[in-house]
């Protein structure tokens, strides 16, 4: 697929707001990342999950959504089945099963003391939560200052019963089928940590980030380690393009899924190679210097660079030429092949 800039949202959960992804957002922005944080409407997660869709497709690009707590619910609902979507991160988040609620997963492990600190308002479907402000500080961001949290505490977002309740919709989970990232505190007072590791195991993780003494507001406390994740949820830069240009293309997932264990039981070399082909036709069907193929021939490239020992795919290589033209880099790329 041509080479497209993907753009990472981040959805932010319940008790917060747009502005608590700051941290993150700036330092993304310095990684020449579009991003967009949502203000995410905490009303139910079938009707929340359809507003983030109606985004993703009025973004038109390909995205990564970054899902904070109850966020990590809408994520993996608005997900499902939509093929813009290449990525998750789930940020001190939920990873919901099909049918499971945020209420049902927080008592799944002990050691969560939200309900404690929650007051509760009328609303016409029912009640809403919020957490006392006095509490805010100690529950919610305990790792912040009190500047942080107090302000936080005065712009929370409450969050209705209806939502905390609602099973997961979906009967195929966005997690089972794309590639997924996590990133935790160890001393989250929402969310047990226990229940954090158990949906990051379960999700089979890309890659897990467990920061020692980070509280439930992660990207307030974290926000390089959650940064960390969602670059590597968007890929990198492709050499030569815009520094925006991350594309994830599945030859990347399966080098990915497979690098750990290149002997393996030989799966690797065809599935590799189909995807490959299937690149190079429609970088080829493009033309020579066409951004798809110079894309495909760089994933193509690493995979090579890394398995030489394993895969011999001169034969391809040749193809990529056929298809770029004479280009320098080649050489180099497979020089002791």
């Not at 007072?189 to 467990?210: C, D, W, Y």
Request: aromatic share 6%; hydrophobic share 40%.
């Amino acid at each position: 697929m041509p080479a497209q800039t993907v753009t990472v949202l981040l959805i932010h959960g319940a008790f917060a707001e747009s502005a608590s992804w700051n941290p993150v957002l700036t330092r993304l922005r310095a990684e020449s990342v579009d991003v967009v944080a949502v203000a995410n409407p905490l009303r139910s997660v079938s009707g929340d999950a359809a507003y983030v869709r109606d985004i993703i497709t009025g973004i038109g690009t390909p995205v990564v959504l970054v899902g904070h707590s109850y966020g990590g619910m809408v994520i993996t609902e608005a997900a499902a089945g939509n093929d813009s979507v290449v990525g998750l991160v789930y940020a001190s988040a939920f990873a919901p099963e099909s049918g499971e609620s945020a209420f049902e997963l927080s008592t799944k492990f002990p050691g969560s003391t939200l309900g404690d600190v929650l007051v509760t308002s009328p609303v016409p479907t029912g009640v809403e939560f919020r957490i006392r402000p006095g509490d805010f500080h100690r529950q919610f961001v305990a790792d912040g200052s009190e500047a942080e949290a107090e302000l936080m505490a005065l712009t929370q977002r409450p969050v209705t019963e209806v939502a905390l309740a609602e099973g997961l919709p979906t009967a195929a989970p966005a997690w089972k089928q794309l590639p997924s990232w996590f990133v935790f505190g160890d001393q989250d007072r929402n969310i047990p940590v226990e229940l954090l590791r158990f949906m990051a195991e379960r999700a089979q993780s890309k890659g897990t980030r467990e920061v020692a003494g980070a509280s439930h507001a992660i990207s307030i406390g974290a926000p390089d380690q959650v940064t960390a994740a969602i670059l590597d949820a968007v890929g990198p830069p492709v050499e030569g393009l815009d520094p925006g240009c991350r594309p994830r293309s599945d030859i990347y997932h399966i080098m990915e899924e497979e690098m750990s264990d290149p002997a393996g039981d030989g799966t690797f070399l065809g599935e590799l190679e189909t995807e490959v082909k299937a690149e190079l036709d429609l970088a080829e069907a493009s033309g020579p210097g066409e951004v798809v193929g110079e894309a495909s021939a760089e994933w193509l490239y690493e995979s090579i660079e890394v398995q030489r020992e394993e895969i011999g795919l001169r034969s391809l290589l040749g193809a990529v030429e056929a298809v770029e033209g004479d280009d320098p880099r080649n050489d180099e790329r497979t020089a002791g092949l």
